[in-house]
């Protein structure tokens, strides 16, 4: 039985075109620019994972400094 040569391919994220999944150093971007693209996205607050409910913080009354040794 022949092995046959294929080549796994996925969409990139950022501009939907064809990217190699082996041998890419980007993935799953196509391209360093893509994968900039979608950093710079994330840095500037347009993409964000909602949560079904606000985490617990327990409740601190100190001032924020840390305490002295």
């Known amino acids: 039985m022949e092995k046959q040569d294929t080549k796994l391919t996925v969409k990139c994220p950022t501009c939907r075109q064809p990217a190699a999944w082996q041998g890419n150093a980007f993935r799953p971007f196509c391209s360093e620019r893509c994968k900039l693209i979608d950093l710079g996205n994330w840095a500037e607050g347009r993409y964000n994972i909602e949560s079904i409910e606000p985490p ?4 601190d009354d100190t001032d924020g ?4 040794n």
Request: glycine content about 0%.
């Open 56 to 59: 617990d913080f327990p409740e």
């Open 65 to 68: 400094t840390l305490p002295e």
